[in-house]
């Protein structure tokens, strides 16, 4: 079992929908959260990044992390063909610690 | 202005030989890394150098050889080259890796 699991997709949204990306891990170590966008041929952006349970919101994207449950979700609202990219979660145990990457979920926004 | 940036972006080369791939950082940031990022979009972490010291070595072949020369700098050298280590290779750093890492726009290996 990987430490980090998450559907690859892809998905497909229509325009303006409100996308739900998620994320479960196995290693209750785990403390700081991140999220990653990767267009193609270039590399990750960090997004998004939380420190043990609880919700961030930055302009269209929240990011929620329920460490009972080793769950973590991201959310797009009023996606755009732009959002259109792989998304990666990431976690470290601590900080200065490696990061461990999901596989990345494939999103695709039509117009 | 390029915060982390590699060289090559492309490299294409024959089993069997040496190659290098470096990377510089204009961030100030203390730690460093290569990642691997097979076909499958899957990123794992081969090395880590914290001001210039080998911090996280993890199961990579010894054909693999990073080098730190100073703290804004890693390069990775790879001996006799085998058609598996084509992928990209990315290059990052931060801070602390709480807040995250910043990545370069990475190296498309192919070996033929």
Redesign the interface.
């Known amino acids: 079992q990987k430490e980090v699991e998450q559907d690859p997709g892809p998905l497909s949204v229509p325009e303006g929908a409100i996308v739900s990306l998620n994320c479960t891990y196995s290693n209750s170590a785990f403390q700081y959260f991140m999220w990653y966008r990767q267009y193609s041929r270039k590399g990750p952006e960090l997004l998004m990044y939380t420190y043990s349970s609880g919700n961030k919101e930055d302009g269209r994207f929240t990011a929620q992390v329920d460490k009972s449950s080793k769950y973590i979700s991201l959310f797009i609202r009023d996606s755009q063909p732009s959002d259109s990219a792989t998304y990666l979660c990431a976690m470290s145990a601590t900080d200065g610690n490696k990061l461990v990457f999901g596989a990345g979920t494939i999103l695709r926004v039509k117009s | 202005d390029t915060a982390?940036s590699q060289t090559p972006k492309y490299l294409v080369t024959q089993m069997g030989n040496d190659k290098s791939i470096k990377c510089e950082q204009n961030l100030g940031h203390d730690?460093m890394?290569w990642y691997k990022q097979d076909s499958?979009?899957?990123?794992?972490?081969m090395f880590?150098y914290?001001n210039k010291e080998l911090i996280?070595n993890e199961t990579v072949p010894n054909r693999f050889s990073p080098k730190s020369p100073d703290k804004a700098h890693l390069n990775l050298h790879i001996n006799s080259l085998e058609l598996g280590d084509s992928a990209v290779y990315?290059c990052?750093s931060s801070q602390?890796?709480?807040?995250?890492?910043?990545?370069?726009?990475?190296t498309?290996l192919t070996v033929v």
């Not at chain 2, 499958?40 to 972490?45: D, H, S």
């Not at chain 2, 602390?96 to 990475?106: L, V």
């Open positions: 982390v730690t890394y499958k979009k899957f990123l794992k972490i880590s914290n996280i990315f990052a602390n890796s709480g807040e995250g890492y910043t990545f370069g726009s990475g498309r």
